[in-house]
């Protein structure tokens, strides 16, 4: 058995040493308190924006048919090839943990036709997702992403309105510097030709350009602006770009996407070398980045996918969507921690054990009706359940016993201005109840 004391400056035996073999897995985290709070700050603010815009949450399984994804995100992308969570079942059959979510919401669209009982559909999800990387800040293998995906229509107003909308969010949410960044890869008349030029031009750089970049130039030469080889991105500015090479209705539909971000009051910088990872995307693709997380990170992304449902077998279906991550945004309000703390209204000390029956049904009484109430049960000294209602932040502390009971009085102390009175035990519910909801 091997030991690790790393991390832990606990000198309790108990709490230094964990056997390494149950250890968490690299890359996956446990989330508690206080982090806990700000992610249910964020889980809260987030259903509440998408269902005022008509979005429904669909939950869908963490594990899909490994086909799924190579073929809704693409065998070639770095997600499908290299970071897959892939494993057979006891029947043989194989499959992977979700490392994206929409390939699952469109194959559960298709599964269940719900595009027959309404023609549009607007659906979000939230949920973990993984993908074999190297760990590092902000980046894990088990991670959260949320996201929405608005399927039946193919105008552009619907692509601004998604942009919009997680603007808006992101505002809400109070993230600084925030700005999004457009673009369009085209269609299936357009982008073909262009890949062409592209694949050309390649060909002179060959030499200069990474492994992985070599190998994309005849399969998915775009994928060349998403290279994160510092040496591939300084060739990356010299190549011709796909918005010069857009065709009529791709331009125009661009035109009206972006004269509609204007109407939604949503500023944005057209960037001719935004891709996106991902095989699906046609037309609009957009990033939202903030100065907190600099320049690199998007807080999240999305696009236009109006083939994605084809090449899953279905009919075709207009689609755009965008998806975050949770970890990140938590990342960004780590500052305000403490706004998000539930609050402790009240506490309750027992200086004896006389009073344990009135306080015990007290307590129980309030948290019935929603108020947060403590207490510890455990005999411990008056001057010890003092500190941890002090630790707690509770707003106002009880003290209840044999002392109290013999005065048919409770003491209520104000823990801000340390004021304290006494409370007759007749009407001590009623008065709470008062004070605290
Ligand atoms: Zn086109
Ligand atoms: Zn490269």
Redesign the pocket.
Known sequence: MTFDTVGCSCQKRDHRQIDMEIRSVKGMNDIFEPQIHIWRHIEDQVRKHFESFCYTEIKTPVVESTTLFSRGVGDSTDIVQKEMYTFEDRNGEKLSLRPEGTAPVVRALLEHQLLNQDPIQRLYYWGPMFRYERPQKGRYRQFHQYGVEYFGSEDAWVGAEVIAMVVKLFEKLKLKGLAVRLGSV??????PSYKTILSESLKSLHAQLCSDCQNRTQKNPLRVFDCKNESCKKLVGQLPRILDH??????DHFAKLQGALGEFGVSYRVDSGLVRGLDYYM?TVFEVTSQDLGAQDAVGGGGRYDKLSEDLGGKPVPAVGFAGGIERLAMLLESRQTEFQPKLPLYVVMPDDQGVGTCARLVSELRLLGIRADIDYSGRSMKSQMKRADRSGADYVLILGGQEISKKMAVLRNMKTKAQEEIPLETLVDDLKRRLQ
């Open positions: 085209g269609c299936d008349q357009c982008r857009l065709c009529q209705v791709c331009g037309r």
